[in-house]
């Protein structure tokens, strides 16, 4: 028989084969990317091919052979659409380009709607095989592991490959239940880790992203990549201390089952969010074999039941910083008995896996351009560099972002004042409340914010305001709220003065002398240590800037900029990164690859400590000052506009109560 | 400074130093099998040495340099004798000859008074290092677990060291504790599995041999291998079937909930050995960091919580033959939560890890003449070869050798016969009974047997008797007891004969015609079994046999021979092996190397299945007769002597009736 020639596109691999010869053999001898659960047994659907074209060969589909019954018969999960071939089915009978679609690749990128998860490597550490296995006979091989062992081989090339004890457990009755077909799911390439009988392509994991306040939650399938439910919850551990540092306090202070009680809680609440999203995707808790979790060294420690005391006191010590895989069972876990956690490395002690994660998310490794990642939570943990070095800090900006040690200030939560606008000659004054779709100067304002009510000041509202008071001149440089009679909207409060925001019968929401010296020292801390990583990195700009988390997605960046909270950049290249923390979660879910990528990126992270670095001292003094003058920042001119129009506070109605200029005695 | 020569036997490296060098760094540099717990702090005393002398260098001890302070001050568990120095204090001075004695090599090999444990090499998998960690800095490395490895490399080169999740948790409490100095176990020189804080220099194994009746466990020192309990308890499973195929029976009977009552009835046994050993050795549960067991396929299957379902029915496929290691807390035992559990491989359906341990114990493999290794139980295991070759079955003799389906059987427990001598000119009976040290023509034999009773015949007891009789012309080479008039003891049954053996008011104690058929069965099925083997080996004698287990603790080889059990041998090579399986358990507790051995092992040996061999079945027939001529026992003839007296059948006082010859109308 004759010798034809196969090759694939786009890895332009080729190879000649007898006149006759299956695709996925050919693309199997010489390591084509093709995907196959069930190894050429034509039931999975997986390994679809088109025929294409190369110069001197064209793209004729009667280069394979006929259409096959099992083609015809297929009726998996994946249709074959027009033109699609099954890879296991067709047969090259002449010279042939074999295109292989992206999404039958093993290692495929799937490309999302949402786009803080666009392009997902699909390569996850658990891949499910399909094989046939002889029966045993008196006179063969005496275990059916072993006969296991050996259709492997045969019909996957596996060698060395380990049995879990569970699934020893389980192969016997899988093989009877499945006559002697079983489809295995395999760790690493190294270890079978579950059995089920017959044909299954189907297999989840969960990514969790671990909070001091929140714990978000990701069911994945991992074969397709698909985000099949999503579900947040708050910590349980605040009861035993709001933010970290009184956690750390709370354990110090109860040696006897201090950290088992915040360690059970956190576990609880995670094993909780996995029975939610397995009721939503209706899958089995056991079908979950894979586990990711990223969180701030703090959670971090504590959902692994280490005592995270030592982060508490320098040298902020670790228990270690590496990632780690263990079993899910013993955090407690109810999944599949042999799924495993793994948990992406730590940078520092006060950089944790959270911020591990957002960087295998937004890749600055990658990049050409100098890219600064920041998330603001209790502190900020900042991120600088490109693909030929990274700097990383964590900057002491304490919680004031978040609405904390703020007179009115309190967490992004429906209610909050979120956004602000001050007319810098009335100062009038208009702002937008989370969970109220219109401004308060919108003519639905009144409707739309009776069900959520005003209750406070949320740290981007805060910012925005601080921000806007200074471009108004109400703030000064040096962070005084100026005596003005502008407007009585400035009052005494003792011996400051504070600016009215709102005003109603029930409440008042005021920026005062002290809120905007919170604000100022955090903004101050973090600049400071942007500038410290910039000094390491040994650049005076930067050419993007992400900033993830809930912070990110709510603050305005030209605010941001105008406050002095982040360097000068192109406005256009400042950016909400969304939950990158979650995401590298999920990415590392999804793709062994990922994972070793992000162990060896972390292991290169430059550590910056701010406490011992003069320079940061002396950048935090430089920083306290509040810039007033756009022209100091051209790109940011461009585009700090005033609000359109005057504005009037107006509470809801029903707790309204009509406040007009004249009312504040302004004319 | 001028290099000197050091020489270490009994290895015979040797190394050229810098003049003053320690004695362990020479040793370690070139790879010298000299013990260290504490890597050279003179704390764990574990590197003794002595100056010893080759051609060219005498024994001078003034090659090393003067006994240091460390040594004066050295106090710790082994004392250093005259002579002894500590490797890592003394220092060479002059060329030198080192003598490594065997206590202090890592492999070493302790000679034991128990004979079934002589030997034993100690090599376990666990072993311990103490290590002194570097502080944590705030520029430094972050984690403490990576100083932990840098102090690993540093000061033991051991490198990629994993650090199991446990340790982690204690990694940092115990460093506080331990003034940064800890002792860790690392398994397989690949993984720290626990750490304590400073130096510590026990840790302990459990090894277990689950037999369908009873369960052994010992207690061992892994760093000494001293054996520091052992105990053993009943099967529970007993109360779900007497035998393997009733338990099995019972699972089928019971698909919900079957398996897993038998499972954990066996793990919870396990479980309060464990209790019990470390009770009476004055220790943790939570030091035990390794578990070894081993027993037959469905012990073993049932220990692993696998359905045996499958070895109840021909092909008797075992879920896997392979040697298991897994987490010794997933079979529920409660350790140390990283302890691992080990189950050596397995050869056939019926033929276990019990099986493999015992030749692990007893070594064929190593030997140059032909070994046959049986072990009785309610079906024989034989192993037969040498250090080219092992052949192994199962036969199935049924439970008869056990005293099972014999009319007057029971179990090898206090109050039955279990030795038997017949005069063959009088047919006088004497014997002896477990519990009860006289033979019953003894003068204490009235005094002896009152508080144990007589209760039955045994299966060494009935064996011997059918053999006497055998002997003495009363059954015949076709097993038929024959018709005379020679004594009353022979009585008619029905329409059968039997022959009794005692008699009081209360008991009778006979021997059936049915008895004689059951044994002759089992001895006709383990002899054609050893003779099947015989067959594939290719040799028609065996120079050496082994009796293993608690039959062939009790059997008397020469009655054994005479009955045609086993294949004539020099009886003086005929003895019993003790627990075979449970010295080979605690072999691979202790050595890493011995599990490497017999995984090699088992997986070379020839597994032959008697049920589809038709020569079993022509061996069976022709072994049914029943020799009754020594002279074609060559060796037989030699040993087999008679009683040396005739003896009067005497029930204990009490209980006791006199039994004259005349009362049984005999002169």
Redesign the interface.
């Given at each position: 028989m004759a010798d034809v020639l196969v090759v694939f596109t786009p890895s332009g691999l080729r190879t000649t084969v007898p006149e006759g010869a299956a695709i996925l053999d050919a693309a199997r001898k010489i390591g084509v990317d093709l995907d196959s659960i069930c190894a050429g047994r034509g039931i999975c659907g997986r390994c679809q091919v088109e025929v294409g074209s190369v110069a001197g060969i064209d793209d004729r589909a009667d280069r394979l052979s006929a259409r096959s019954e099992t083609e015809t018969a297929y009726r998996g999960r994946k249709p074959l659409v027009d033109g699609r071939r099954l890879a296991c089915a067709a047969r090259a009978v002449a010279d042939v380009v074999i295109e292989v679609p992206a999404d039958s690749m093993v290692h495929k990128q799937v490309i999302r709607k949402r786009p803080e998860i666009d392009n997902l490597p699909i390569d996850p550490v658990v891949r499910l095989v399909y094989v046939e296995v002889e029966a045993?006979?008196?006179?063969?091989?005496?275990?059916?592991?072993?006969r296991l062992a050996t259709a492997l081989a045969d019909q996957w090339d596996m060698v060395d490959i380990d049995?879990s004890?569970t699934t020893?457990?389980d192969?016997?009755?899988a093989l009877r239940a499945g006559d002697h077909a079983v489809t295995l799911a395999i760790r690493d390439a190294t270890s079978i880790v579950a059995v089920w009988p017959g044909f299954r392509d189907v297999v989840f994991g969960v990514a969790f992203d671990i909070g001091s306040t929140t714990i978000a939650a990701h069911l994945c399938n991992l074969v397709t990549g698909d985000v099949l439910a999503s579900s947040g919850a708050m910590n349980p551990q605040i009861r035993f201390g709001e933010d970290l540092m009184s956690r750390v306090s709370y354990v110090m202070m109860n040696p006897d089952g201090g950290v088992e009680r915040l360690t059970e809680a956190v576990r609880l609440a995670a094993d909780e969010l996995i029975g939610s999203l397995t009721a939503e995707a209706g899958i089995e808790r056991s079908d979950i074999l894979e586990v990711v979790a990223v969180g701030n060294p703090i959670m971090h420690h504590l959902l692994?039941?280490?005592?995270p005391t030592?982060l508490g006191t320098?040298?902020?010590?670790?228990?270690?910083?590496?990632s780690?895989e263990?079993d899910a069972a013993?955090i407690g876990l109810v999944v599949h008995p042999e799924a495993r956690l793994y948990t992406l490395p730590?940078?520092?002690?006060h950089v944790g896996a959270d911020t591990t994660a957002a960087i295998l998310s937004e890749t600055p490794y990658r990049s050409d351009d100098i890219q600064l990642l920041v998330d603001v939570g209790t502190n900020a943990e900042i991120v600088l560099g490109n693909r030929s070095r990274l700097v990383a800090a964590s900057s002491p900006t304490g919680p004031a972002f978040e609405g904390a040690q703020i007179s009115s200030g309190q967490r992004a939560a429906p209610g909050a004042i979120e956004r602000v606008r001050i007319d810098p000659e009335t100062l009038d004054v208009r702002f937008s409340v989370i969970g109220c779709e219109p401004w308060s100067d919108g003519a639905d304002f009144d409707d739309a914010i009776r069900s959520v009510g005003i209750s406070g000041i949320c740290g981007s509202g805060i910012i925005e305001a601080v921000a806007q008071l200074m471009l108004a001149g109400v703030v000064s440089s040096d962070g005084v709220i100026v005596d003005s009679d502008r407007s009585d909207r400035i009052v005494r409060d003792g011996r400051t003065r504070s600016f009215v925001l709102y005003r109603d019968s029930d409440t008042e929401i005021k920026v005062t002398q002290n809120d905007v010296r919170a604000i100022q020292l955090a903004k101050a801390a973090l600049y400071a240590g942007i500038r410290l990583l910039m000094d390491h990195f040994g650049s005076d700009h930067v050419d993007q800037i992400r900033l993830a988390g809930a912070f990110g997605a709510h603050i305005d960046p030209a605010h941001a900029v105008a406050l002095g909270m982040i360097p000068d950049c192109d406005i256009e290249r400042i950016s909400a990164a969304g939950n990158a923390a979650g995401t590298g979660a999920m990415i590392a879910l999804l793709s062994g690859e990922a994972r070793r990528e992000i162990e060896a990126v972390a292991a290169r992270v430059e550590?910056i400590?701010t406490?011992?670095e003069p320079r940061f001292q002396e950048h935090f003094v430089d920083a306290m000052a509040i810039p007033h003058r756009t022209a100091e920042y051209p790109h940011l001119s461009k585009v700090m506009t005033l609000p359109p129009r005057s504005a009037t506070i107006r509470p809801p109605r029903g707790r309204r109560q009509r406040t007009t200029r004249s009312e504040h005695g302004q004319t």
């Amino acid at each position: 028989m004759a010798d034809v020639l196969v090759v694939f596109t786009p890895s332009g691999l080729r190879t000649t084969v007898p006149e006759g010869a299956a695709i996925l053999d050919a693309a199997r001898k010489i390591g084509v990317d093709l995907d196959s659960i069930c190894a050429g047994r034509g039931i999975c659907g997986r390994c679809q091919v088109e025929v294409g074209s190369v110069a001197g060969i064209d793209d004729r589909a009667d280069r394979l052979s006929a259409r096959s019954e099992t083609e015809t018969a297929y009726r998996g999960r994946k249709p074959l659409v027009d033109g699609r071939r099954l890879a296991c089915a067709a047969r090259a009978v002449a010279d042939v380009v074999i295109e292989v679609p992206a999404d039958s690749m093993v290692h495929k990128q799937v490309i999302r709607k949402r786009p803080e998860i666009d392009n997902l490597p699909i390569d996850p550490v658990v891949r499910l095989v399909y094989v046939e296995v002889e029966a045993a006979t008196l006179d063969g091989v005496p275990g059916d592991a072993e006969r296991l062992a050996t259709a492997l081989a045969d019909q996957w090339d596996m060698v060395d490959i380990d049995i879990s004890p569970t699934t020893l457990r389980d192969l016997q009755p899988a093989l009877r239940a499945g006559d002697h077909a079983v489809t295995l799911a395999i760790r690493d390439a190294t270890s079978i880790v579950a059995v089920w009988p017959g044909f299954r392509d189907v297999v989840f994991g969960v990514a969790f992203d671990i909070g001091s306040t929140t714990i978000a939650a990701h069911l994945c399938n991992l074969v397709t990549g698909d985000v099949l439910a999503s579900s947040g919850a708050m910590n349980p551990q605040i009861r035993f201390g709001e933010d970290l540092m009184s956690r750390v306090s709370y354990v110090m202070m109860n040696p006897d089952g201090g950290v088992e009680r915040l360690t059970e809680a956190v576990r609880l609440a995670a094993d909780e969010l996995i029975g939610s999203l397995t009721a939503e995707a209706g899958i089995e808790r056991s079908d979950i074999l894979e586990v990711v979790a990223v969180g701030n060294p703090i959670m971090h420690h504590l959902l692994l039941g280490i005592d995270p005391t030592p982060l508490g006191t320098a040298p902020f010590a670790l228990a270690t910083a590496r990632s780690i895989e263990m079993d899910a069972a013993a955090i407690g876990l109810v999944v599949h008995p042999e799924a495993r956690l793994y948990t992406l490395p730590l940078i520092a002690g006060h950089v944790g896996a959270d911020t591990t994660a957002a960087i295998l998310s937004e890749t600055p490794y990658r990049s050409d351009d100098i890219q600064l990642l920041v998330d603001v939570g209790t502190n900020a943990e900042i991120v600088l560099g490109n693909r030929s070095r990274l700097v990383a800090a964590s900057s002491p900006t304490g919680p004031a972002f978040e609405g904390a040690q703020i007179s009115s200030g309190q967490r992004a939560a429906p209610g909050a004042i979120e956004r602000v606008r001050i007319d810098p000659e009335t100062l009038d004054v208009r702002f937008s409340v989370i969970g109220c779709e219109p401004w308060s100067d919108g003519a639905d304002f009144d409707d739309a914010i009776r069900s959520v009510g005003i209750s406070g000041i949320c740290g981007s509202g805060i910012i925005e305001a601080v921000a806007q008071l200074m471009l108004a001149g109400v703030v000064s440089s040096d962070g005084v709220i100026v005596d003005s009679d502008r407007s009585d909207r400035i009052v005494r409060d003792g011996r400051t003065r504070s600016f009215v925001l709102y005003r109603d019968s029930d409440t008042e929401i005021k920026v005062t002398q002290n809120d905007v010296r919170a604000i100022q020292l955090a903004k101050a801390a973090l600049y400071a240590g942007i500038r410290l990583l910039m000094d390491h990195f040994g650049s005076d700009h930067v050419d993007q800037i992400r900033l993830a988390g809930a912070f990110g997605a709510h603050i305005d960046p030209a605010h941001a900029v105008a406050l002095g909270m982040i360097p000068d950049c192109d406005i256009e290249r400042i950016s909400a990164a969304g939950n990158a923390a979650g995401t590298g979660a999920m990415i590392a879910l999804l793709s062994g690859e990922a994972r070793r990528e992000i162990e060896a990126v972390a292991a290169r992270v430059e550590k910056i400590e701010t406490a011992t670095e003069p320079r940061f001292q002396e950048h935090f003094v430089d920083a306290m000052a509040i810039p007033h003058r756009t022209a100091e920042y051209p790109h940011l001119s461009k585009v700090m506009t005033l609000p359109p129009r005057s504005a009037t506070i107006r509470p809801p109605r029903g707790r309204r109560q009509r406040t007009t200029r004249s009312e504040h005695g302004q004319t």
